[in-house]
């Protein structure tokens, strides 16, 4: 990805940030916003730091096993997005935030 940076920019999705505020993130960002947002990110996301982050999100996702095994076998409907979504928030904050919020 560094080696190719002009691939990686610039995608061709049309964003109006005036509108939709939560739309100015990296996959929209073009030319430089992209490049320098991704400069501050790219510390982040080393080596070592992924290896950290692996143990916690494995954790998280034994729990999540066990919410939807519950869900199952009390015979409830199963709202995909909502659990998705709650997962996904809650490695969100174990990973950024240093957070455990599972509900």
Known sequence: M?????????YGIYVNKEIDLLSDHL???M????????SKF???????????????VLDCSKEYV???????QSH????????LGRLTTDKIGLCALVLNAIV
Do not use: C, H
């Not at 790219?42 to 916690?56: A, H, W």
């Open 76 to 83: 409830e409907a199963l709202d995909v997005k909502e659990v």
């Open 27 to 29: 996959l929209t960002l």
């Open 2 to 10: 560094t080696k190719r940076f002009q691939y990686f920019t610039d």
């Open 42 to 56: 790219t510390p982040t996301f080393t080596s070592g730091r992924m290896k950290m982050m692996f143990n916690t």
């Open 66 to 72: 066990i919410v939807i095994n519950n869900i199952f």
């Open 31 to 38: 030319g430089s916003a992209w490049k320098n947002m991704r």
